[in-house]
Antibody, heavy 116, light 106 residues
């Protein structure tokens, strides 16, 4: 059974970077899927942040591209998200998911609040 | 960038048919997926590639597309189907979600 689990700080100071890790179990991240990040501000809809292939190829939401880096660590079966220069608008539940044209397995999500 | 339009809300009575639509130019060249999200839970894939039902999803859920509009149909709605529904489409380097439709089962 494929499982994904997000981890990272629940509170980030404005202007600092936000960093999250997604740990995958039950499936090797080195196989033929992309791995993506999606976020959802409280009470709002879903927003795709970006996706990465195991060889490091990345795709980013054009509106976030200048502030986002997604990387992969195949040795740990993890991929990670870094968002720089965060503001209150980056407060959201962040989900990681497996992607092959569609997101078929999701993590439970982790709430990240940007506040001083 | 791409945009996908969904009605904010749809209401039906139990046993009726609910139709949730998603419109946008991107649908003319890309598949649509549908996700169900219940309060406090992660989204769950319901339909992918316009009309393929994800394993474990009941047969009352179906998907279709016509031109630039994708439709999620729930035939014989149950109270447990009350949730937010999101469509997703786009290229691999520009994926976009619709704004979501809240399905209320009265």
């Amino acid at each position: 059974q494929v499982q994904l689990q997000e981890s990272g700080p629940g509170l980030v100071t404005p202007s600092e970077p936000l960093s999250l890790i997604c740990t995958v179990s039950g499936y090797s991240i080195s196989m033929d899927y992309y791995w993506g990040w999606i976020r959802q501000p409280p009470g709002k809809g879903l927003e795709w942040i970006g996706s990465i292939f195991h060889n490091g190829n990345t795709y980013y939401n054009p509106s976030l591209r200048s502030r986002v880096i997604i990387s992969v660590d195949t040795s740990k079966n993890q991929f990670s998200l870094k968002v720089s220069s965060v503001t209150a608008a980056d407060t959201a539940v962040y989900y990681c998911a497996r992607e092959k044209t569609h997101f078929d397995y999701w993590g439970q999500g982790t709430l990240v609040t940007v506040s001083s | 960038s791409y945009e996908l339009a969904q009605l904010p809300s749809v209401s039906v009575s139990p046993g009726q048919t609910a139709r949730i639509t998603c419109s946008g130019d991107v649908l003319g060249e890309n598949y649509a997926d549908w996700y169900q999200q219940k309060p406090g839970q992660a989204p769950e894939l319901v339909i992918y590639e316009d009309s393929e039902r994800n394993p474990g999803i009941p047969e009352r859920f179906s998907g279709s597309t016509s031109g630039n509009t994708a439709t999620l149909t729930i035939t014989g709605v149950l109270t447990e189907d009350e949730a937010d529904y999101y469509c997703l489409s786009g290229d691999e380097d520009n994926r976009v979600f619709g704004g979501g439709t809240k399905l209320t089962v009265l």
